[in-house]
């Protein structure tokens, strides 16, 4: 069977990653998410994103952001904190359905489990991708939840 090489570009987070990034989250957040979230939700969101501490954290080490790349453009990011516990997973629409997503979680997941010695991966879905997480092998723990109007499935994947 042939196989398309995948022709992004997909590795760590450099500083100069961080804005174009979390610009390409937020768009993608606001067409995707937004529609299904509160005011006070989308304004947390912001505040997430948009939080010097968050990237204090980064800048730090703290906080792992893999980006993947089409040419210089960030067309995907996905971040891990508290360990193994996927905080942002984003792709820009116009890359949407082409495996980047997958690509993404495929690098944390492979990292978590032979580099960090990790056994489990967490996350908390928004409603938009829950059925994404399933397919690639994540299940639910739980119902959806709502807190500070933002709605999310918690879900787990043993890596």
Sequence with gaps: MYQEEFPYQIRWAAAEDWTPAMNMIWKTFMKFEAPVYTREGIRNFLDFI????????????????????????????????D??????????????????????????????????GEEVMTLKSAPYAVKFYERIGFC????????????VTPMRKVL
């Design 83 to 116: 360990g193994s516990h996927l905080s942002l997973l984003f792709v820009d629409e116009q890359y949407h359905y082409r495996g980047i997503g997958r690509r993404l979680m495929n690098c944390l997941c492979n990292f978590l489990k032979t580099e960090a």
């Design 50 to 81: 948009t939080d010097e501490g968050l990237f204090a954290s980064f800048l730090e080490g703290k906080y792992l952001m893999i980006v993947a790349l089409d040419g210089n453009r960030i067309i995907g990011a996905a971040s891990l904190r």
């Design 140 to 151: 639910a723990t739980g119902l959806e939840e709502s807190y500070s109007g933002i709605r």
